[in-house]
């Protein structure tokens, strides 16, 4: 009962309260300092802007990464450098089946490979010189006159890696003798090098 009764008289208070907060419709507005605003009413937002740029981190690709090697292809009766990117780590292995590959861009239809598309061979490295070990003969499957420029496809381009000086050639793990550039043989087992080929490179 006390509660009902005290209904009345508290809503006429908050009307009462309500009536002098109001904005009076006439008369002159008084502005307020700004060092009289309590509680830091006039301190600048703060809150997030309206719009806002998101940036979203893509990680990398497993074997995305690329690196740099020279390879050497056949342009006519020459041979030409040819700076790849691939796959990395560019190791030997790596280098020479790029080489096999051939060229990915259709821009460099001059040049080409010469080695047959399933050309494998195993590279064994030992004291700076590099084994190419094939699996068969694959020199019986390209042209005789085309032979020592598919030698010295392979020579250039392993002779241009990092510690390689010199390389040897073998079937089945048994050494064999391979055309050098100047259009002599060398004998089975015996090192060929980068200079052995340098007066095929196109000038």
């Known amino acids: 009962?006390?509660?009902?009764?005290?209904?009345?008289?508290?809503?006429?208070?908050?009307?009462?309260?309500?009536?002098?907060?109001?904005?009076?419709?006439?008369?002159?507005?008084?502005?307020?300092?700004?060092?009289?605003?309590?509680?830091?009413?006039?301190?600048?937002?703060?809150?997030?802007?309206?719009?806002?740029?998101?940036?979203?981190?893509?990680?990398?690709?497993?074997?995305?990464?690329?690196?740099?090697?020279?390879?050497?292809?056949?342009?006519?009766?020459?041979?030409?450098?040819?700076?790849l990117e691939i796959p990395s780590p560019t190791d030997l292995q790596g280098v020479f089946a790029a080489l096999v590959a051939g060229l990915p861009d259709p821009a460099h239809t001059k040049v080409k490979t010469l080695l047959p598309v399933d050309f494998a061979a195993l590279i064994e490295v030992e004291g700076g010189v590099a084994n190419v070990n094939a699996k068969r003969v694959y020199l019986d499957s390209i042209k005789p006159n085309e032979q020592r420029l598919a030698i010295a496809q392979i020579v250039l381009t392993l002779t241009s890696q990092p510690g390689i000086g010199q390389v040897t050639f073998s079937v089945g793990g048994k050494a064999i003798g391979v055309p050098r550039g100047r259009g002599d043989i060398a004998g089975a087992g015996t090192p060929v090098t980068f200079d052995d080929y340098k007066m095929l490179i196109a000038k």
Not at 31 to 39: A, K, L, Y
Not at 61 to 80: I, K, M, N, P, R
């Open 1 to 83: 009962i006390m509660i009902n009764r005290l209904i009345p008289y508290r809503f006429c208070a908050l009307c009462i309260v309500l009536a002098s907060c109001a904005v009076p419709k006439s008369g002159e507005v008084d502005e307020i300092n700004s060092n009289d605003i309590p509680f830091e009413l006039n301190s600048p937002e703060t809150s997030a802007p309206a719009t806002t740029t998101s940036v979203e981190l893509t990680p990398p690709l497993t074997g995305s990464t690329f690196e740099q090697a020279d390879l050497y292809f056949v342009d006519g009766s020459s041979l030409e450098r040819v700076r």
